[in-house]
């Protein structure tokens, strides 16, 4: 069982932390920051870390070629990796926490689809919009399906049966995305089939902007409510007993964690597997206390994008392969590996 500490502030605060915890989570920011310089100087022109110094606080004008293309492309689309790859994870745990199904994420649940679909229906129907708009429209095809999952499984929220109605949501929306992205033209096509697959090719210093004041809204508010993590891994009767309204908390993190999903969606397209491998990789760093993990896990997450954009726009090239489809090729052989060796095991929650 893990070390815990009590961090006090003052009479009035009294926080226990895992000293597991307090190791792990400095541990990945240090390979965190590691990782973006790594990110920062990858590519196809040479930098350097002066380069990387001037793009970060001398003006766009007065830069070299070399930190000039650091601060335009390399340093958004780093910034929208971390950012994006923590924010499935967020909306990945919430979701396992009130399903209590350690597989669950915003894929299974339909959230990302739901959210996905918004997106091409708009670009299909009216052509390119401002990314402010669209964030708003996959948020509003996020939130949507959302209600949509926990009014058909209004009688199955315990046990984990909201991912039945979850998954079914999902094949139709699926079906959907498949039906506009073979009707458009054949331009249309293989924008909407390249953004279908997760990419951040070709994000900007706009959509870092867009990411960065979401996760700025939602994330405070997710640990704030974090307290209530726990007694809902218990079940809805141990939580009610314990003086939590587990339905009403129940729909408020499904929502919240639409709201994780939906602008990474309409930023770098739905990215799979992201929310399933950081937490299961934050539970097996950690242990299973909710806050802790909720953290793990999205610093896991940051790294799990970065590391697979990096790979995919450098090791190949000039070919390109997008974020997505390297985070689910990696996810598969990673679970496969996992499953094979008998470690692929359910958190220890009640059913």
């Given amino acids: 069982m893990s070390r815990v500490l009590i961090l006090r502030l003052g009479t009035l605060v009294s926080l226990p932390i895992s000293l597991r915890f307090l190791l792990v989570a400095p541990a990945l920011l240090i390979f965190l920051a590691i990782s973006a310089y790594a990110a920062l100087n990858i590519g196809a022109t040479a930098t350097s870390l002066q380069d990387a110094l001037s793009a970060l606080f001398l003006p766009l004008d007065s830069l070299e070629r070399p930190a000039r293309a650091i601060a335009q492309f390399r340093m958004p689309r780093l910034g929208v990796a971390i950012l994006a790859g923590a924010m499935m994870a967020a909306s990945g745990y919430l979701l396992q926490v009130v399903s209590r199904n350690g597989l669950a994420d915003p894929g299974i649940l339909g959230l990302s689809d739901g959210a996905a679909l918004t997106v091409m229906a708009a670009g299909f129907f009216f052509g390119l919009m401002p990314g402010g708009a669209l964030s708003l429209l996959a948020l509003g095809g996020a939130l949507l399906t959302a ?138 760093l950690i242990g299973d206390r909710p806050t802790e993990v909720l953290i793990t896990g999205m610093l896991a997450g940051g790294l799990i994008l970065l590391w697979a954009d990096t790979i995919g726009r450098s090791l190949f090239q000039p070919v390109i392969i997008s974020a997505g489809v390297m985070v689910s090729v990696v996810g598969v052989l990673s679970f496969i590996l996992a499953a094979s060796l008998g470690r692929l095991q359910s958190p220890n929650w009640r059913d």
């Fill in 147 to 284: 209600l949509v999952v926990l009014g058909l499984g209004r009688h199955l929220l315990a046990g984990g049966g909201i991912i039945l109605i979850g998954l079914s949501i999902n094949i139709v929306l699926g079906s959907l995305i498949e039906m506009i992205l073979v009707s458009g033209s054949a331009m249309n096509f293989a924008q909407l089939m390249n953004w279908s697959r997760g990419t951040l090719a070709a994000v900007d210093a706009t959509d870092l902007g867009l990411l960065g004041l979401w996760f700025a809204l939602l994330f405070p508010l997710a640990l704030l409510t974090s307290r209530l993590l726990q007694p809902m891994l218990l079940g809805d009767e141990p939580a009610q007993a314990l003086g939590v309204r587990a339905r009403l908390v129940y729909v408020f993190y499904v929502l919240l964690a639409a709201a994780f999903a939906a602008p990474v969606v309409a930023v770098c397209g739905p990215v799979a597997f992201v929310g399933l491998m950081s937490c299961y990789i934050a539970r097996r």
